[in-house]
């Protein structure tokens, strides 16, 4: 299958880009590299430097059968301080890239949503069902495609999925988390175990949690590239569905800390900080829907499988 990978020069796009690959599947990346790094895009994919709102070209030239979409702004803090970036790029953007998809008439596409679109949910673990009440405007931003794509479905037959994740770690085909801002837990532990970050903050040790610290749901990113592998022949013409991606448990920022103390053998200094407004206590997804309808399952479910994985991509060298 000819598919275009937009955001295929991230995190996440590049480890799906290589299972894509892998696959053999003919894969063309579109990515604007503002967060993205052009080396992060596997060896065998065509690479177009653009922007989603630039988008039509590539597509008429490419003429892809399917579009995986991960190209957005994801930073939460900076959605409220700088609203406007994040409903140009992550809903102007994805409009721009569903109209050039129509022009073509390639109406098959798997989005990268988010847990961000359920707000602070009222119960754990969070369903499909669950009601959707954004916090942020990068949440907001996300579930405006999301209900996007449910009336492109329905006007224009397109057949899709939008895959809203929890937490994403670990490593796949030589591939981790790089980003100029890290905000993410596991990267930050492991660059206070390297030694380039000082300590670890923890945001509150009061949560009604068994150990005080907040607890968040984990996938790895390899069965995150699976899930979007079984999702993308999944839905028929006319239909949008929805999906969970997150192992079902969840861990704490604690058990987080131990775990990376434990892969790496050093120390990580904590310190205790005030809870965030609007953290809250557990986040933990239910993936029994995918589960039922496509028969994915994380087969990399261990905390210390994750960090092990990043650990040994992002490690120093021996002195």
């Known amino acids: 299958m000819r598919v275009l990978v937009a955001g295929g020069a991230g995190y996440i796009g590049s480890v799906v880009t290589a299972a894509l690959l892998s696959g053999g599947h003919e894969v063309t990346v579109l990515d604007d590299l503002s967060t993205g790094h052009a080396d992060a895009v ?72 988010t847990a961000a679109t359920y707000g602070e949910p009222e119960s754990v673990p969070i369903t499909e069902d669950a009601p959707t009440r954004p916090t942020n405007t990068y949440g907001a931003s996300k579930l405006a495609v999301d209900h996007m794509l449910t009336s492109y479905a329905v006007a224009h037959r397109f057949a899709a999925v939008s895959l809203r994740y929890f937490n994403v770690a670990g490593a796949g085909f030589g591939r981790g988390e790089r980003h100029a801002t890290e905000t993410h837990l596991i990267p930050i532990a492991l ?59 969840g861990f704490s920022v604690q058990q987080v800390v131990d775990a990376v103390r434990e892969v790496t053998g050093h120390p990580v200094p904590v310190v205790v900080g005030a809870r965030r407004a609007g953290d809250p206590a557990q986040l933990v997804a239910s993936s029994e829907r995918i589960r039922a309808d496509l028969g994915w399952a994380p087969q990399h479910a261990e905390l210390t499988t994750m960090v092990r994985d990043a650990w040994e991509l992002s490690r120093p060298a021996p002195r």
């Open 42 to 113: 596997p060896e065998g994919a065509t690479f177009v430097q653009a922007s989603l709102h630039d988008s039509a070209p590539v597509l008429a030239d490419v003429r892809p059968e399917a579009v995986l979409h991960f190209a957005a702004k994801s930073l939460v803090g900076v959605s409220q301080t700088q609203p406007e970036d994040y409903w140009h790029t992550n809903v102007g953007g994805s409009l721009a890239l569903l109209e050039a998809m129509r022009a073509v008439d390639c109406r098959r596409i798997v989005f990268s949503s």
């Open 191 to 249: 660059q206070v175990a390297a030694g380039t970050r000082e300590a670890i903050t923890v945001y509150g040790e009061d949560y009604p949690t068994p150990d005080g610290t907040c607890i968040r749901d984990y996938v790895h990113v390899l069965d995150l590239a699976d899930a979007h592998l079984l999702a993308l022949p999944a839905p028929a013409p006319g239909e949008h569905r929805v999906y969970n991606l997150g192992n079902g448990t």
